[in-house]
């Protein structure tokens, strides 16, 4: 059984970890459409595409899978850290 002070430091690390990636999902799926626009000025090089555009259709997307799996493995640390971790 896990002590009060370890397990509300596994919150608070956890809690933490919430409002970062809160935050870039934030940023990613609002911030970054507000500026498709004046971002449609510059083109990509490679693509051809608008870079507003490409934020807008794709970028976001791959944003948020890759948040996706840091946030687990960012979690399982946070869990293995403090003795909490579901068994592999």
């Known amino acids: 059984m896990a002590s ?3 397990t509300d430091a596994h919150w608070k690390k ?4 919430m409002f970062i990636h809160l935050g870039v999902w934030f940023f990613f799926g609002y911030v970054i459409h507000m500026f498709v626009i004046p971002l449609n000025t510059i083109i990509i090089p490679v693509l051809g595409f ?7 259709a794709q970028g976001s997307l791959i944003v948020f899978v890759v948040m996706l799996f840091m946030f687990a493995k960012q979690q399982d640390k946070i869990d293995r850290e403090f003795g909490m971790a579901e068994d592999d």
Do not use: D, E, I, K
């Not at 956890?14 to 970890?17: D, E, S």
């Not at 870079?51 to 807008?56: Q, R």
């Open 4 to 6: 009060q002070s370890n």
């Open 50 to 56: 608008p870079l507003g555009f490409y934020m807008a």
């Open 14 to 17: 956890t809690t933490n970890l």
